[in-house]
């Protein structure tokens, strides 16, 4: 059986708490093809290499 929440979570709580979940500014690096911004290990968005 799965647990279940006592109480309503509140908005400004719930937020606090979401703050954390972000990018970090690190992780953005520029494509070698098209030299736009691109995040690493992933595809360029624009040229698509």
């Given at each position: 059986?799965?647990?279940?929440?006592?109480?309503?979570?509140?908005?400004?709580r719930?937020?606090?708490?979401?703050?954390?979940?972000?990018?970090?500014l690190?992780?953005?690096?520029?494509c070698?093809?098209?030299g736009?911004?691109?995040?690493?290990?992933?595809?360029c968005?624009?040229?698509?290499?």
């Amino acid at each position: 059986m799965a647990g279940t929440p006592k109480r309503k979570i509140s908005t400004a709580r719930q937020g606090k708490r979401r703050s954390q979940i972000k990018l970090k500014l690190g992780l953005f690096i520029r494509c070698s093809n098209c030299g736009k911004p691109k995040l690493n290990h992933f595809r360029c968005p624009h040229c698509q290499k």
